[in-house]
């Protein structure tokens, strides 16, 4: 075992037991991993097994205690995203490379909601000027509807006083 973990390759004149124990040979490939090479097919598969096993149980631990799942607005989707650290002095080295990405994805994702709701509210407003257009358009015509319709009344006015006056000039002829 000692010494595989100073030299890898030394598996290779290890016994076929020792090339089959998980840790002489996981020794051996964490000094150098081309030591694989002198191990079993079905050692290397249990190995990988393992690992793919202990890979998975450390990311849900990790997942349980320093994630948490949020919404993501974009996608309409949960994700498992950091936990934000309680406190400013913890961990500062693995904290500083997520959170920025994190605190990026978060501002483009207001900007774009932000960026939508622009559009949205340009739309409304652009459609209410269209119809204000309208509406304006509407009530010019209107107002001159009446302008004329007053013109005309004007003039029907005009028509029955001249008329009166001629109806009172044939009374005082008779």
Known sequence: MAAVAQNGYALQHASDELKGDRKVVMAAVSQDGR?????SH???TQLIIG???ENKQLRAQLTNHESITVLNVDTN???IMPRPSSSSSSS???SSSSPPTNKKRKRESIEKVLE???????VKVDEFEYQLEEAQDLNGCLIQS?????????????????MQ??????????
């Open 92 to 94: 500062s080295s693995s």
């Open 116 to 122: 939508d709701v622009n559009k949205r509210v340009k």
């Open 35 to 39: 030591a694989l090479q002198w191990v």
């Open 165 to 174: 006056r001629r109806i009172d000039e044939l009374e005082n002829i008779n």
């Open 42 to 44: 079905e050692t290397t």
């Open 146 to 162: 009446e302008n004329n319709k007053m013109t005309e009344i004007d003039t029907l006015k005009q028509q029955m006083r001249t």
């Open 51 to 53: 690992l793919i096993n």
């Open 77 to 79: 989707q949960e994700e």
